[in-house]
């Protein structure tokens, strides 16, 4: 499909030009060249969308939660219709392959299914008082309008996984979408409006972080920021939204450990290991960073490891294992944060810079890489790197390995891979991580299961799942007091 030469904001159900006039270019990733130009957009267009979600609001709330249901699932439908058209959007504002965009695109979708039908069960609860004559029950409310701001790793599964549940607990949405990834939001946007959604309940603002994202984390009349994205950002939007008590939802960074035992599989756990690390480029929150490996099969593993590695393909094709890292300047500090490792110690075996021959010059290829040696503490060890770059850790025994995967701030994801069921049933309940696996990746969201962290990867708030519907409702308890004598 072919992208739009310039990305408007999708304000009341219009395509509306920032009202400043200017634009920001996005870059392909896959050869550098230009795709388009999005609206830059500031505090005054921040003002007109939720001016447009508040006025919406109402009307959309007092529909039926099933049919709200109702219009998402039509809504799914044409999601599904254009499926194509999506993936080819999303191929091309990443650089990922089009088998990638379309699994993404088909999880999109799924998600999309998934809350349409928690329209027939936003359910709340009977309580039994202990007052005679007193009945009481609980009913879930929206909160009004929902500032939902996304990353572009992987643009419309992030998306989806933010508007389906703002919109079916009966809010209205304003949605900043990543300036990496204008074109998705805007065919989304498109599609609710095919679909009948009422114009205003979803709007779309297009812009930088710092100004646009910025302004709609500031606005008063945003009733609950979600937001997916470094630990840094996410800091700020707690303490900007604590200042008027509004309710924050918070899906930050990761450096997630993957535990090689001594009596692991070895080739599953190469394979696992490979995906989690080198998958999308790296730029998952979830990624396995951190591969700690029992001291007995550490050679082993490691030379697997690196055979494996360098059998990768770069490139944007059906045939690549990875493409390329979403702009330059990620690529840069990646790269600076590889060779600032390199001068502390660290020993890089593989990789540790940008993809400089003739096939990816032009685009922003970090080379798939693999370092040891680096001390736990080191910035390497700490730091997420959003991208292909994973390093390799001693452990003398499973204490040893849990100690390492629990040393970090973070604690996102975690897996380790062992035959023991013993073994595997201890690191889940002591690993510090909302999400583990055994035997797998660090990896695999669905949409009927929660995703968050511990620690500095989130404030506690799970999405996708049920437990998503207690981002964006109230809880409202009512009693009613009858006379039984007056029946």
Same mark, same amino acid.
């Not at 329209?119 to 009977?126: E, I, K, N």
């Given at each position: 499909m072919q992208l739009?030469?310039? /990305? $408007?904001?999708?304000?009341?159900?219009?395509? /509306? $030009?920032a009202r400043s006039g200017e634009t920001v270019e996005k870059l392909s990733p896959a050869d550098g060249q230009r795709l388009c130009t999005l609206a830059r957009s500031g505090a005054q267009d921040i003002d007109d969308a939720v001016a447009s979600a508040r006025a919406a609001h109402p009307g959309w709330a007092s529909l039926p939660a099933p049919q709200r249901g109702n219009l998402l699932f039509a809504y799914a439908a044409r999601m599904q219709e254009a499926r194509d058209d999506i993936a080819a959007i999303v191929a091309a504002e990443t650089g990922k392959s089009l088998r990638e965009a379309r699994g993404e695109t088909d999880g999109a979708i799924a998600l999309a299914r998934f809350f349409a039908g928690e329209g027939q069960r936003l359910y709340g609860r009977t309580l039994h008082s202990g007052t005679p004559g007193k009945h009481s029950q609980t009913i879930r409310q929206p909160l009004g309008v929902g500032g939902l701001i996304v990353a572009a790793n992987t643009p419309v599964a992030n998306v989806a996984w933010k508007i389906f549940p703002a919109l079916i607990c009966g809010n209205a949405a304003v949605l900043k979408m990543t300036e990496d990834a204008p074109a998705t939001a805007w065919m989304l946007a498109r599609l609710s409006r095919e679909a009948g959604l009422p114009d205003g309940v979803l709007n779309v603002v297009q812009g930088l972080g710092r100004e646009a994202g910025g302004a709609l984390v500031e606005h008063p009349g945003v009733d609950v920021v979600s937001f997916t994205g470094s630990t840094a950002v996410g800091r700020w939007i707690a303490e900007t939204c604590g200042r008027r008590l509004a309710r924050v939802s918070l899906e930050l960074g990761g450096k997630n450990p993957l535990v090689v035992c001594d009596d692991a599989d070895m080739d599953n756990a190469v394979r696992w290991s490979v995906l989690s690390a080198f998958s999308n480029a790296g730029q998952r929150c979830a990624a396995a960073s951190r591969i700690i490996v029992f001291d007995a099969v550490y050679d082993e593993f490691k030379s697997r490891l690196l055979d494996a590695t360098r059998a990768l393909s770069i490139g944007p094709t059906d045939g690549d294992d990875l493409g390329p890292v979403i702009n330059a300047r990620q690529l840069e500090n990646m790269s600076h944060a590889v060779a600032t490792a390199a001068r502390e110690g660290a020993s890089i075996l593989i990789g540790?810079?940008?993809?400089?021959?003739?096939?990816?010059?032009?685009?922003f290829y970090m080379a798939p890489t693999v370092y040891e040696g680096a001390a736990p503490d080191a910035a390497i060890s700490r730091q997420e790197l959003f991208g292909p770059i994973v390093g390799l850790y001693r452990a003398a025994d499973f204490e040893e390995a849990l100690a390492l995967a629990n040393a970090t701030e973070y604690g996102l994801t975690a897996c380790i891979h062992t035959a023991s069921l013993h073994r595997a049933t201890v690191f889940t309940q002591r690993v510090r991580s909302g999400v583990v696996m055994v035997n797998a990746g660090t990896y695999g969201s669905e949409p009927h299961f929660p995703f968050g962290g511990f620690g500095q990867s989130g404030n506690g708030t799970r999405e996708p799942g049920v437990e998503a519907l207690d981002v964006y409702s109230e809880l409202k308890a009512v009693h009613v007091c009858v006379n039984p004598e007056k029946a």
């Amino acid at each position: 499909m072919q992208l739009p030469a310039s /990305i $408007p904001n999708w304000i009341q159900g219009r395509e /509306i $030009p920032a009202r400043s006039g200017e634009t920001v270019e996005k870059l392909s990733p896959a050869d550098g060249q230009r795709l388009c130009t999005l609206a830059r957009s500031g505090a005054q267009d921040i003002d007109d969308a939720v001016a447009s979600a508040r006025a919406a609001h109402p009307g959309w709330a007092s529909l039926p939660a099933p049919q709200r249901g109702n219009l998402l699932f039509a809504y799914a439908a044409r999601m599904q219709e254009a499926r194509d058209d999506i993936a080819a959007i999303v191929a091309a504002e990443t650089g990922k392959s089009l088998r990638e965009a379309r699994g993404e695109t088909d999880g999109a979708i799924a998600l999309a299914r998934f809350f349409a039908g928690e329209g027939q069960r936003l359910y709340g609860r009977t309580l039994h008082s202990g007052t005679p004559g007193k009945h009481s029950q609980t009913i879930r409310q929206p909160l009004g309008v929902g500032g939902l701001i996304v990353a572009a790793n992987t643009p419309v599964a992030n998306v989806a996984w933010k508007i389906f549940p703002a919109l079916i607990c009966g809010n209205a949405a304003v949605l900043k979408m990543t300036e990496d990834a204008p074109a998705t939001a805007w065919m989304l946007a498109r599609l609710s409006r095919e679909a009948g959604l009422p114009d205003g309940v979803l709007n779309v603002v297009q812009g930088l972080g710092r100004e646009a994202g910025g302004a709609l984390v500031e606005h008063p009349g945003v009733d609950v920021v979600s937001f997916t994205g470094s630990t840094a950002v996410g800091r700020w939007i707690a303490e900007t939204c604590g200042r008027r008590l509004a309710r924050v939802s918070l899906e930050l960074g990761g450096k997630n450990p993957l535990v090689v035992c001594d009596d692991a599989d070895m080739d599953n756990a190469v394979r696992w290991s490979v995906l989690s690390a080198f998958s999308n480029a790296g730029q998952r929150c979830a990624a396995a960073s951190r591969i700690i490996v029992f001291d007995a099969v550490y050679d082993e593993f490691k030379s697997r490891l690196l055979d494996a590695t360098r059998a990768l393909s770069i490139g944007p094709t059906d045939g690549d294992d990875l493409g390329p890292v979403i702009n330059a300047r990620q690529l840069e500090n990646m790269s600076h944060a590889v060779a600032t490792a390199a001068r502390e110690g660290a020993s890089i075996l593989i990789g540790g810079d940008r993809l400089t021959d003739p096939a990816h010059a032009n685009g922003f290829y970090m080379a798939p890489t693999v370092y040891e040696g680096a001390a736990p503490d080191a910035a390497i060890s700490r730091q997420e790197l959003f991208g292909p770059i994973v390093g390799l850790y001693r452990a003398a025994d499973f204490e040893e390995a849990l100690a390492l995967a629990n040393a970090t701030e973070y604690g996102l994801t975690a897996c380790i891979h062992t035959a023991s069921l013993h073994r595997a049933t201890v690191f889940t309940q002591r690993v510090r991580s909302g999400v583990v696996m055994v035997n797998a990746g660090t990896y695999g969201s669905e949409p009927h299961f929660p995703f968050g962290g511990f620690g500095q990867s989130g404030n506690g708030t799970r999405e996708p799942g049920v437990e998503a519907l207690d981002v964006y409702s109230e809880l409202k308890a009512v009693h009613v007091c009858v006379n039984p004598e007056k029946a």
